[in-house]
Nanobody
Framework: QVQLVESGGGLVQAGGSLRLSCAAS????????MGWFRQSPGKEREFVAA????????SYADSVKGRFTISRDNAKNTVYLQMNSLKPEDTAVYYC??????????????????WGRGTQVTVSS
C-alpha cells in the first residue's frame, strides 16, 4: 500500500522560508517521478514542481521558478520542496504525488497515481 506523508508546513511571514518533506512508502521510490502541487480555497489544484526518478531533471511552475527548489533523497524515500521568498499568494495546501517513471515522457505530462493528504502553508503579509 503506497503512502505519501507530507510535513513541514506552517505559518510564516512574507519573505520567509519553509522546507516541505514528503516521505514515501510502499513503492520503489527510485522508480517514481515525484511532484508537488498546491490548492488554495476556491481555486483549482495547480502544479508547483516535479523531479525525475534520478533527480537529474526538474520542472517548475513559472510562479515559483527561482524561489522554490525540489529535490529528493532516494536513500531516504523522501522528496523535498525548499520554499524561499514566500509570498501571501503561496498560501495553500501543498500535496506531494508520485507516478511511475516513463522514459521519454516530459515531467509536465505526468498525471500521478498516488497522492498525499497535504500540509498547510500560510504566508502572512
Amino acid at each position: 500500500q503506497v503512502q505519501l506523508v507530507e510535513s513541514g508546513g506552517g505559518l510564516v511571514q512574507a519573505g520567509g522560508s519553509l522546507r516541505l518533506s514528503c516521505a514515501a512508502s510502499g513503492l520503489t521510490f527510485s522508480s517514481y517521478v515525484m511532484g508537488w502541487f498546491r490548492q488554495s480555497p476556491g481555486k483549482e489544484r495547480e502544479f508547483v514542481a516535479a523531479i525525475s526518478w534520478s533527480g537529474g531533471r526538474t520542472s517548475y511552475a513559472d510562479s515559483v521558478k527561482g524561489r522554490f527548489t525540489i529535490s529528493r533523497d532516494n536513500a531516504k524515500n523522501t522528496v523535498y520542496l525548499q520554499m524561499n521568498s514566500l509570498k501571501p499568494e503561496d498560501t495553500a495546501v501543498y500535496y506531494c504525488a508520485a507516478d511511475y517513471r516513463r522514459v521519454g515522457k516530459s515531467l509536465r505530462e505526468y498525471k500521478y497515481d498516488y497522492w498525499g493528504r497535504g500540509t498547510q502553508v500560510t504566508v502572512s503579509s
